[in-house]
């Protein structure tokens, strides 16, 4: 079948300002998005920027808009989007540096913030620290994250202040938090109650709804922010 | 140009990198390069386990899992390697933990442990459950894990710069040149000690687990600078890749009851392997798959076969084969037990294929996955250089760029996790001691002109040959006659395409002349990587007169040891390729049949 691709581009060495360019491709059904992507640059035009590696929705390269939603570019067959007309487009939020790539720096340093790290300095015994499973599955959700960005960049809050740590910060704290094998969780809960932190969710769900590794990150936000309030993890 | 300085620098960051960082940065001023940002890393890919003999749920021994190893590649390992690997991966297992690396959990809150082709307990032979799991994505909680504590640690990262050349001064290494994508600059490090650092090639394959980036950068850049490559000629494919996409289904599936099924129904890994079964060595499932399709036992007669992992499918085999639980009652699996311990191949079938593996059988076919060659390097991650086992001062290599050699001919699933997390820590205590008694050498003026030349003369070229054509057919003619079955003909076949292909390579175009993000510029210099890659590779495999692990030759179908269980070494000369070998080492194992 063939399918028309319109792509925000936007060439910092040449450009103005972001322009749309169409191309026309032959496609599977069953193509990903991705693949479109690779036989435009192959085949019609080299100068086409986009990020990816693993194509199979593992290491969060390729996040960016498609028909209007954030998606992993190689996880969203064309079958998938019912229509032979497929717009790409950069995330919203972060500067473009070129094409479908952003600058991510932003995204990093919230991750940073929040002490997306294990901490617990009392010796550990000979073997492995015991942890329940039913411990264990307390946080599996949040431990799936690839750092994306896809649902941080879908958020309004963010949208409006780019000082907003975002659901992406929130979900790498929660998987820390509520690790029972952690003891770190106070000073998390702090800087996440700070004016920057879980008070700028508004329950909107575009996060949710973005997210490719279907993280209910609404859920995990909403008992991160019950956790502040009660002052207990239960 | 800038220059920096540093004590180590270490090219990649996935396992082996952000290891070796961890350890590196604690000891010397130490920089991370990357041409991804390291949670990118293809070893978020990986799956299934860390193999480990914890015995958490069994009766289970380093040693055992030594033995294992030297049996699974075809005794070209070098068994003190192995054996220093197989000890130390408990410790290291352990210390994950410590870091906080979310590991399944057994009822008691151990660490959970699955069953693992070829992990066996050597008095019984029956499979035993050695590779540690977090669900099936085992490698991505180690690099978000190893990522997390290196911003503990404060470590200074480059990200998205790509390493283009090895500097090298009177014989050691002095340093990298990278390129930073954002910018298009080149950037030179200065550097005592450099590790590599840097994955796998299996892009040069058709039908491939492996990511976009896995383009054997390090081995290609190392090669130029006179460096041989080791046993290229061994590449893996593993038995169970989606069809057509080659995306992995962990040999995890199959740990947990899941068989290969052909167009007749049967379970045919019985002819093949009948102790173990499903759970042979990967060469040898994938063989098999091979001949049955050859046969005409390919579903409706295709290229590809079923794995079922349907709970009646897994309980039925389950009873046949008298599969116990520890406690000694019959292993029996609900959808949910599948759910839970599987959920990312669910997930994967669903996206891709349209199957639930719930309910269905998944197709599939093998996929082009593992390097078990790549640099030389001692059991100290020092890389060498010749058949005396000489060491470039300097110079450190670990993970699936290295080859040390853990893997010889054929890996064992769950010891490439165990291969990066070692010798990535060793290699990041090693240099960085080595730095602190060494002075830097001195840089010459000169230092990025060659990653310059190598560039310029891709903008520069003034063909119409387009890069993704000649990949693409790199890629065919490497799976079709360099794959799982090969001939003095075929290779002989793809010898010739490969240097047409080199030739063609000098005349393509590029669109881009930007100097930002510009990965056309970037993929195409990737593409002469592989392409010196592939000519090793298939002269490597060609003068290979035997079969062994993974190099399976139809006109020399039985293993020789009498002259051949050496390792190959293979240098890229100005006019080709230049081949030596050194001996293996071996200590307590001594080469004998290998049945499965
Ligand atoms: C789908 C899949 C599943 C797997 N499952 C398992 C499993 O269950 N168990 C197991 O033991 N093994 C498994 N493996 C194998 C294992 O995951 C890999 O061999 C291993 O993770 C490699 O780690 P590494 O650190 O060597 O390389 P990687 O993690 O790939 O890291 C390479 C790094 O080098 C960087 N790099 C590359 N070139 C350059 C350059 N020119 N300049 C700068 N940086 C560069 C990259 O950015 C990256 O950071 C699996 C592999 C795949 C593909
Ligand atoms: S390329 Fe890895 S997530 Fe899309």
Redesign the pocket.
Known sequence: MQVTVKILRYNPEKDEKQHYESYQVEADPTDRVLDLLEKIKGYQDGTLAFRRSCAHGICGSCAMRINGRNRLACKTLVQDLNTTKITVEPLLGLRVIKDLVVDMEIFFEHYRAVKPYFVNDEPPPEKERLQSPEERERFDDTTKCILCGACTTSCPSFWANRNYLGPAAIVAAHRFIFDSRDRAAAERLKILSDHFGVYHCHTIYNCTDACPRGIQVTKAIGEVKKAIMTGSLD | MKTHRYEVVV???????LMAALQASRRAATAV????Y?IR???G??????GAALGNLEEDSPEWHTYDTVKGSDYLGDQDAIEFMCHEAVETVYELEHMGLPFSRTPDGRIAQRRFGGHTNNITGKPVQRACYAADR??HMILQTLYQQCIKRNVTFFDE???LDLIVVNGAAAGVV?IELATGELHVFHAKAVIF????YGRMWEIT??AY?YTG??IAVALRRGIPAEDLEFFQFHPTGIYKLGI?I?EGVRGEGGVLINDLGERFMERYAPHVKDLASRDVVSRAMYIEMREGRGIGGQRYLYLDVRPETVNKYAAIDGRTNPDGSPYQVTADDIMAKLPEIIDFCRTYMGVDPVTEPMPVQPTA??AMGGIPTNIRTEVVIDEQNTVMPGLYAA???ACVSVHGANRL??????D?IVF?RHAGINAAEFARGASFQPLPSDAADFARQQLDRLLNSKGKERPIEIANEMKHTMFDLVGVFRTEESMQQALEKIRELKERYAYIQLHDHGKIFNTELLTAWELGNLLDLAEVTTVSALARKESRGAHSREDYPERDDEHWLKHTLAWLDEDGVRLGYKPVVITKYEPKERVY
């Open positions: 090219v990649g960051a996935g396992g082996a990198g390069l990357s041409k991804l390291p890393s293809h070893t890919a990986a799956q299934g386990g860390i085992t490698g710069f790509q390493v990278a650092a840097t994955g796998g687990s492996n980036a950068d390090g992995l962990t996955h593992y993970g699936e760029t699933g769950t010891n490439s996790l165990v990066i990535g």
